[in-house]
T-cell receptor, first 110, second 114 residues
């Protein structure tokens, strides 16, 4: 059973527009959520996180929103830039272990 | 400072052979994780080491998989009698081991079992 789901395998966005990446989870015990970004042939790199006591966390162009009642989180990137083209993974934890989604490939079109 | 390094970067082996994958974590990081990413899938947790505690092996898919961490630093993941379904990218990450601590990943080892 997939505890963390990213239902969109890919997303294409025009440069300068907003990219919205979505993630759903099933385990209400998760209390910490992270987004990682992965370029080809590289390991994932940490992007932004949010604790379950918050509903929003912002870092520059990146904002993560958490809706606990819907068990849904989203990552907003605005404005989108060509360098944002990568695979984005959502991950959740209730302890030291991270449970990962399958990833969404974001393509930023010039 | 250096990040997490993994070797080899690519490994092609024949079915039935044993392979060893190596991970050098960030100096000072007490926690070390192994993950596997199959094509089109998310990261699958394999094993977790934290300091001198007994490792959490709950993610290892079969007894053909084992890992050790010597001296609290370098770790090796061994796959015995490899099968084609073992083909994947094997990723290692390290952290200071606190809950909600960011994990730092190596570039991975791409394993192809023919």
């Amino acid at each position: 059973d997939q505890q963390v789901k990213q239902n969109s395998p890919s997303l294409s966005v025009q440069e300068g527009r907003i990219s919205i990446l979505n993630c759903d989870y099933t385990n209400s015990m998760f209390d910490y959520f992270l987004w990682y970004k992965k370029y080809p042939a590289e390991g994932p790199t940490f992007l932004i996180s949010i604790s379950s006591i918050k509903d929003k966390n912002e870092d520059g162009r990146f904002t993560v929103f958490l809706n606990k009642s819907a068990k849904h989180l989203s990552l907003h990137i605005v404005p989108s830039q060509p360098g944002d083209s990568a695979v984005y993974f959502c991950a959740a934890s209730a302890s030291y272990q991270l449970i990962w989604g399958a990833g969404t490939k974001l393509i930023i079109k010039p | 400072g250096a990040g997490v390094s993994q070797s080899p970067s690519n490994k092609v082996t024949e079915k039935g052979k044993d392979v060893e994958l190596r991970c050098d974590p960030i100096s000072g990081h007490t926690a070390l994780y192994w993950y596997r990413q199959s094509l089109g899938q998310g990261l699958e947790f394999l094993i977790y080491f934290q300091g001198n505690s007994a490792p959490d092996k709950s993610g290892l898919p079969s007894d053909r998989f084992s890992a050790e961490r010597t001296g609290g630093s370098v770790s090796t993941l061994t796959i015995q009698r490899t099968q084609q379904e073992d083909s994947a990218v094997y990723l290692c990450a390290s952290s200071f081991g606190q809950i909600q601590e960011t994990q730092y990943f190596g570039p991975g080892t791409r394993l192809l079992v023919l």
